[in-house]
């Protein structure tokens, strides 16, 4: 039901725009949560939309570099990466969540399968 697109290999300082589709189901109730995880470690929280798209909230390792945004009338999510780093090498998911966002991936009830984004050095 959640669908992420758009990742890619890309230059260190590059961008990246990355694509959530929803389908099967209305969408835009729901906050929407961006993770990220490497192989071995645990999920990281890299954001989080409210479903009003007031709110918004991002993990210190990329405020001011990353900014979701969503289009509820095309049930669309998308996470613009900039000024990207080899760290931020990995594969990254988008989840829903009913009520109130959280920076917790335990709390989140849909997953992407998603989208492996690689920055070279």
């Known amino acids: 039901q959640l669908e992420e697109s758009g990742g890619n290999l890309v230059q260190a300082g590059g961008s990246l725009r990355l694509s959530c589709a929803a389908s099967g189901r209305t969408f835009s109730s729901y906050a929407m949560g961006w993770f990220r995880q490497a192989p071995g470690k645990e999920r990281e929280f890299v954001g989080f939309i409210d479903w009003r798209a007031i709110n918004t909230q991002y993990a210190d390792s990329v405020k001011d570099r990353f900014t979701i945004s969503r289009d509820n009338t095309k049930n669309m999510v998308y996470l613009q990466m900039n000024s990207l780093k080899p760290e931020d090498t990995t594969v990254y998911y988008c989840?829903?969540?009913?009520?109130?966002?959280?920076?917790?991936?335990?709390?989140?009830?849909?997953w992407g399968q998603g989208t492996q984004v690689t920055v070279s050095s």
């Open positions: 989840a829903a969540k009913s009520f109130r966002s959280s920076v917790d991936p335990g709390e989140y009830d849909y």
